[in-house]
């Protein structure tokens, strides 16, 4: 379960494993989870059962002005005690136990709780008098707090209308579980992980959050000290002892504290080689060796191919020389990503195009404007 | 022939039913509804075996394979050919990455495009050469690390003057040769490779090859010929022969 949350088991490695699907509707047209149980399955092989997940987009319609925390708990006496603090710091509109189906799985779970909630503004959070505080500011403070010191508890979701579903078992067992068939989501993200380590925990699997981002990743950050180091500068903890975690926070840096668009938090993530900036003229030439300088510790090192969601588009990018695999597979309004192609063929029987990316050109998929 | 309904069926208990029938003597079979089972004619033997998939079937498709046909009818994923000894597979679509890796005998032929990595170490050995024949564009790292045999690049799929082939191309190459249709820009290149101009047995080779190629996938042999093509041969059997005594 949770207990498995020691410093030693930092080893945690996926290797060339990891099974990774998403899909969006660009007309933000919602399916439910089944499909995506699916075509995860084909990847089953790629995963051990120690880790799966799944995430959601709009599937809380009539809360989706709140955000919506899901906590793992291991206890009730840790629940109280977090229910407590989230009482201080929010205004709990509703909360109640995520539907699960216990017999899905093989093993014990924790207490997995969730709430519709809204941030109180004027407590003791804010650092400095003048400091503006925003709500999502506020959220992650609430949510770095819970995690570093509250030991048993852990918000694993924390967006606006959307979810994530997590656990240690098989893709199928976790969509199971978490009934997954009765949300409905106009983008969906699944993972598969192989923890070779560790025996694998809760809070462990894919995908991992923070406020609407949702991240799935294939390989390794071998950056990941240098990524932490950088990341605590800005308040960000680092607790979930799995690589990945670093990709989240510094997406959610880049993207929404530095409000840097997503291709260039692409380009910082996986920025080009010196060769091939040698090769570009001004002002590219001047604008990327910007980027690497400034953001350099922000770049990731090592095989990867990452998938992320927010609550406006999907985006797969890889490392620069493509060193895990990611297909892309299109029709009509449509786009569906994995890291096997057959998986785009369960989500989608006759697509209009399927193609492998080239590993400098994130593909990055937006609702349409007019879709609110 | 015989048909086998892939359906739902999990990959172990799938390869284990086609070996099966190719062990009671069946020599042409017909797989449908394939979907991403993995491992699909690996290690079978046989000239005479012909094996065709509808549907996508999984990584590490014929590896280690040693004389059967395989017949995609769409498209594959990575890892085709793997360490494949003889042999032909044909693809009507697009593969993904790694495909042709360690091949040392037989053919692989792909209609359209292609991912990272195809052909890396592809290694001859004696009467027998690889060839990889590639009808799209290709993705960086072609031709990777090769050995020997033939690696052919056609950019059929490519629009204006789009690039076909991607960065790296035939980095650490000591072995074999690469033709690649049109012109290649020296910048894609590895370090380990040069382009030379075709002679007289470079062009037999080809002829010949493209005419299979076009053949498989009734395609125009005349268009295909209409432009030059570059060769890319290693500049040493031996480039890392400095890099760590002088």
Known sequence: ?372 | MIEIDAKGIYYRDLNRLIRKKIKEGNKDIYLKNVKGQYYICDGIRGDDIKVIIEGIPGNDLGAFMDGPTVILKSNGQDNIGNTMTSGKIIVNGIVGDVCGYAMRGGKLFIKEDAGYRIGIHMKGYKNKNPIIIIGGKAGDFLGEYMAGGILILLGLTAKDNEPIVGDYLGTGMHGGVLYIRGSVDKSKCGKEVETKKLNKGDKKILEKLITEFCEDFSLNFNEIMSKEFTKLIPKSSRPYGALYAK
């Open chain 1, 1 to 372: 379960m949770m207990n498995n949350r020691k410093i030693f088991d930092r080893g945690i490695r996926n290797i060339s494993g990891c099974g990774l699907v998403g899909m969006i509707n660009k007309n933000g047209v919602k399916v439910g989870g089944e499909i995506i149980k699916k075509s995860l399955y084909l990847l089953n092989d790629r995963g051990n059962g120690l880790g799966a997940g799944y995430a959601a987009y709009g599937i809380y319609p009539d809360y989706k002005d709140l955000y919506a925390f899901h906590l793992m708990y291991d206890s009730k006496k840790i629940l109280d005690e977090t229910e407590e603090y989230l009482k201080k710091n929010c205004i709990i509109e509703n909360k109640e136990m995520i539907p699960i189906n216990p017999k899905a799985i093989n093993d014990s779970h924790p207490i997995l709780k969730r709430y519709f909630l809204q941030p109180r503004l004027n407590t003791n959070e804010s650092i400095h008098e003048t400091e503006k505080i925003e709500e999502d500011d506020q959220i992650v403070r609430i949510i770095m707090n819970i995690n570093e010191h509250i030991d048993g508890a852990y918000v694993f979701s924390s967006g606006k209308n959307m979810g994530a579903f997590k656990g240690v078992g098989f893709p199928s067992e976790i969509a199971d579980f978490f009934k997954i068939d009765e949300y409905e989501g106009y983008i969906w993200v699944g993972h598969t992980r192989f923890p070779t380590n560790t025996p694998g925990w809760w809070g462990g699997a894919h995908p991992f959050t923070l406020l609407d981002w949702a991240i799935i990743h294939n390989g390794e950050i071998s950056s990941y000290g240098i990524n932490k180091r950088y990341l605590e500068m800005f308040g960000y903890k680092l607790t979930l002892m799995t690589d990945t975690e670093v990709a989240t926070y510094l997406l959610d840096l880049l993207i929404r504290k530095h409000k840097l668009s997503i291709k260039t938090a692409c380009t910082i993530l996986a920025p080009p080689f010196w060769k091939d900036i040698d090769k570009c003229d001004n002002p590219d030439n001047n604008y990327l060796k910007k980027l690497r300088m400034v953001y350099g510790s922000a770049s990731l090192n090592g095989p990867f191919a990452i998938f992320f969601a927010h609550k406006r588009g999907l985006v797969g990018f890889n490392d620069r020389v493509k060193l895990r695999p990611l297909v892309i597979g299109t029709k009509d309004e449509s786009v569906y990503m994995s890291n096997e192609q057959s998986a785009i063929y369960v989500l989608c029987e006759t697509p209009d195009r399927v193609w492998t990316p080239k590993a400098s050109n994130p593909v990055i998929v937006s609702l349409n404007e007019n879709v609110n």
